[in-house]
């Protein structure tokens, strides 16, 4: 089985990173460093909170690929889309995105704090479409499951 990593460095996913790094101006790469850092302490943060938990299995098994991929298609474009993925991130993590984006900052020479929030709230969908196929493939079948698996996974990654 892949890693979630690697499953995010698969077609969508890269082109979610390819599009995110042409809206803040950065690099394909300095948003997969992004990730490599925040991903993990974001998920360790949602695994350990049952709400979140719930919340977020929620919202991954409603996605539809084909809907995130046209999302990313049109995200270029709507600036208000982006500020609506930065505050349903900052909404959803709450006080643990400046932990993540503290730990992206300290881990990587010319990363802003704004730029690695952008970054982890722009690869939210990407992430969660990541997650659900990586859950799906675990044979994840309810909340209680799928915390377990996030604690994994988080230890993995």
């Known amino acids: 089985m892949a890693s979630l990593m690697q499953k995010m460095l698969e077609d969508a996913a890269k082109q979610a990173m390819e599009i995110t790094a042409q809206i803040f101006g950065m690099e394909t790469e300095t948003v997969a460093k992004i990730l490599q850092v925040g991903l993990p302490m974001q998920i360790q943060f949602i695994s350990e909170n049952s709400d979140m938990v719930k919340q977020l299995y929620k919202e991954v098994f409603a996605m539809m690929p084909e809907e995130v991929q046209a999302f990313y298609r049109d995200l270029a474009e709507d ?7 930065i505050e349903d991130y900052k909404r959803f993590m709450g006080a643990t995105v400046d932990a993540i984006n503290d730990a992206v900052t300290e881990e990587l020479d010319g990363v802003t704090d704004v730029e690695a929030m952008q970054t982890m709230a722009t690869m939210q969908p990407a992430a969660k479409e990541a997650v659900k196929a990586e859950a799906e ?5 309810d909340v209680k499951a799928f915390r377990g698996w996030l604690r994994s996974e988080g230890e993995v990654i």
């Not at 600036?79 to 993925?85: G, K, N, S, T, Y």
């Open 79 to 85: 600036e208000d889309a982006v500020d609506r993925l």
């Open 137 to 141: 493939a675990a044979g994840v079948e």
